[in-house]
């Protein structure tokens, strides 16, 4: 499934990586990936014809220290909650 991968920057200087999947105006859904992983899970996981059939709209982020993300050096590894913009 084709994505739309980009990244932002914080207002601390970090990055954020994530992927948007599915329909542009469909309703949207967050995919937060597992330990060892990054937004690209979303596009094996979730098949395109359903993402259609239902109009959504994936947003996959990279989490802190993952894919496109910056780390974030006083969060623990599976803190992402606060880096959400």
Request: glycine share 12%; net charge negative; aromatic share 8%.
């Given at each position: 499934m084709k994505d739309t991968t980009t990244s932002i920057?914080?207002?601390?200087?970090?990055?954020?990586?994530?992927?948007?999947?599915?329909?542009?105006?469909g309703r949207p859904c967050f995919f937060v990936h597992g330990y060892s992983s990054s937004r690209?899970?979303?596009?094996?996981?979730?098949?395109?014809?359903?993402?259609e059939r239902h109009a959504s709209r994936i947003i996959a982020i990279d989490r802190p220290h993952y894919g496109l993300s910056s780390s974030h050096p006083a969060a623990p590894c599976g803190c992402c909650g606060r880096s959400a913009p």
């Amino acid at each position: 499934m084709k994505d739309t991968t980009t990244s932002i920057e914080l207002e601390d200087g970090r990055q954020i990586g994530f992927a948007e999947f599915g329909d542009p105006t469909g309703r949207p859904c967050f995919f937060v990936h597992g330990y060892s992983s990054s937004r690209s899970t979303a596009g094996w996981t979730m098949p395109g014809e359903l993402l259609e059939r239902h109009a959504s709209r994936i947003i996959a982020i990279d989490r802190p220290h993952y894919g496109l993300s910056s780390s974030h050096p006083a969060a623990p590894c599976g803190c992402c909650g606060r880096s959400a913009p």
